[in-house]
């Protein structure tokens, strides 16, 4: 079982940064055998699964709120010495673009780390690069088994937290979901322009 373990770490560190993956966010190529299908259409298709989770107010916070709505989805957590701070700034300027254009979407970021990342630590953590919280919400109350199988199924992400390490392996990939709940696009989180074409590709859609 060790043996196993340590060939996937290593398979899994070939692929990913410690922090994430460098790609240009097409991560989650791909149509889910399970999706039912969505009206939209985008480089992959899969469904979001159902949550309720805590967010930054200390307030339940579930994908039922989101229905009816385009949102942005991605991966950080705040002990990140790599690609989050990155990403993090990036949503604040996606959050900013999307307001200056007019166009309505709700972001959401999940914590891969909730066991420290309380409703507290993650409001600081977005303020500090430039977020409001009318259409963002950054969200953790849950364990690491939790998180990981919820990544896996709903945007089939990876989340590894690797021994003896206090990062975690996680996606850099910014996921465009529809209003009707599934994952359809990916960008890539790092890399600041971007953020217009996720605006671009809501407005052309609506």
């Known amino acids: 079982m060790k043996i196993k373990s340590i060939l996937l770490l290593l398979i899994t560190a070939l692929a990913l940064t410690a922090c994430g993956t460098a790609s240009d966010g097409n991560n989650a190529s791909g149509k889910s055998e399970e999706t039912k299908g969505t009206q939209y259409k985008g480089d992959f298709e899969i469904e979001v699964q159902d949550f309720t989770f805590t967010n930054q107010e200390g307030e339940e916070f579930s994908k039922k709120q989101l229905d009816g709505k385009f949102w942005v989805a991605n991966m950080v957590f705040t002990n990140c010495t790599t690609v989050c701070p990155a990403m993090t ?14 166009v309505e979407a709700e972001l959401v970021s999940f914590s891969v780390d909730p066991a420290n990342d309380t409703p507290e630590l993650l409001k600081q953590y977005a303020e500090d690069r430039g977020a409001t919280f009318e259409n963002w919400n950054l969200l953790t109350g849950y364990n690491d088994e939790e998180i990981k199988q919820f990544a896996s199924k ?29 994952a359809i696009k990916g960008y890539n989180g790092t890399k600041a322009d971007n953020m217009k074409q996720i605006v671009e590709d809501i407005k052309a859609m609506n």
């Open 154 to 182: 709903s945007f089939k992400a990876l989340v590894e937290n690797p021994e003896n390490s206090d990062q975690v392996i996680h996606q850099t990939t910014f996921y465009l979901v529809t209003p009707d709940g599934y």
């Open 89 to 102: 700034a990036n949503m604040s300027r996606l959050q900013q673009q999307l307001a200056d254009a007019g």
